[in-house]
Nanobody, 125 residues
């Protein structure tokens, strides 16, 4: 019943922008931090960004600071990741994740208990 449905991925050129969306259902939303992670074949899933349940705190991996922006619309139970100035090294499968109920934001995979299906982002040089 818990669903995190991602959309917005695609194939772009370096310097372009993409906006990922993740619609959450079947679980409380406003009481949970939301995060974005990404993974490439053969590598560990890595933290990208996270936002507190009230949207009053955001954190980013150093590799995306200044380029990516996380936001959420609690009325729509949706979290977004605006990705600007994309680089080839941003190519990965991006996963939306929901944290534990009433827990603070985390940069660790263990801080999240629900995951989206993943959305491919490919950036050509």
């Amino acid at each position: 019943q818990v669903q995190l449905v991602e959309s917005g991925g695609g194939l772009v050129q370096a310097g372009d922008s993409l906006r990922l969306s993740c619609v959450v259902s079947g679980v409380t939303f406003t009481s949970r931090a939301m995060g974005w992670f990404r993974q490439v074949p053969g590598k560990e899933r890595e933290f990208v960004s996270a936002i507190a349940g009230k949207g009053d705190y955001m954190t980013y991996a150093d590799s995306v600071k200044g380029r990516f922006t996380i936001s959420r619309d609690n009325a729509k139970a949706t979290v977004y990741l605006q990705m600007n100035s994309l680089k080839p090294e941003d190519t990965a499968v991006y996963y939306c994740a929901a944290g534990r109920n009433w827990s603070a934001v985390s940069q660790a995979l263990s801080g999240y208990e629900h995951w989206g299906q993943g959305s491919q982002v490919t950036v050509n040089s």
